[in-house]
């Protein structure tokens, strides 16, 4: 019988997620040439719609979406959908080289710190 358990730790995970995808866009904006977020509601803004679609592409595609989760294709969809964030985040700003660099500094995130970014 399902309590439901189940339903709020994904839940969890996911918020968690969004938070430390929110942190780590803030690192990448500065370090990453092409690559721009102003403001702290774009910061929370992207990190929701990267993080939403993120999840959207694991469920229906059934493809780990994390930039080395597997291999050079997620790596390719890790930059994709950071590009097509940009269309749905105002003040948010990134060229095809910010979206390639962004998700190579979010994968070299992931392989330091044990918790999923992307």
Same mark, same amino acid.
């Given at each position: 019988?399902?309590?439901?358990?189940?339903?709020?730790?994904?839940?969890? &995970?996911?918020?968690? &997620?969004?938070?430390?995808?929110?942190?780590?866009?803030?690192?990448?904006?500065?370090?990453? =040439?092409?690559?721009? +977020? &102003?403001?702290?509601?774009?910061?929370?803004?992207?990190?929701?719609?990267?993080?939403?679609? $993120?999840?959207?592409?694991?469920?229906?595609?059934?493809? $780990?979406?994390? =930039? /080395?989760?597997?291999?050079?294709?997620?790596? #390719? #969809?890790?930059? +994709? +959908?950071?590009?097509?964030?940009? /269309?749905?985040? =105002?003040?948010?700003?990134?060229?095809? #080289?910010?979206? +390639?660099?962004?998700?190579?500094? #979010?994968?070299?995130?992931?392989?330091?710190? =044990?918790? &999923?970014?992307?």
């Amino acid at each position: 019988m399902d309590t439901g358990h189940s339903t709020g730790s994904e839940f969890l &995970r996911w918020f968690g &997620r969004m938070i430390i995808t929110a942190v780590v866009l803030a690192v990448v904006s500065f370090l990453t =040439p092409g690559f721009s +977020i &102003r403001g702290l509601w774009s910061f929370l803004l992207a990190a929701v719609v990267i993080s939403v679609i $993120d999840y959207l592409v694991e469920k229906m595609m059934k493809v $780990d979406a994390a =930039p /080395f989760g597997k291999g050079f294709k997620g790596f #390719i #969809i890790s930059a +994709i +959908i950071i590009y097509v964030a940009q /269309f749905l985040v =105002p003040g948010m700003s990134v060229s095809i #080289i910010g979206a +390639i660099l962004g998700a190579l500094v #979010i994968g070299i995130v992931d392989a330091v710190f =044990p918790v &999923r970014v992307m």
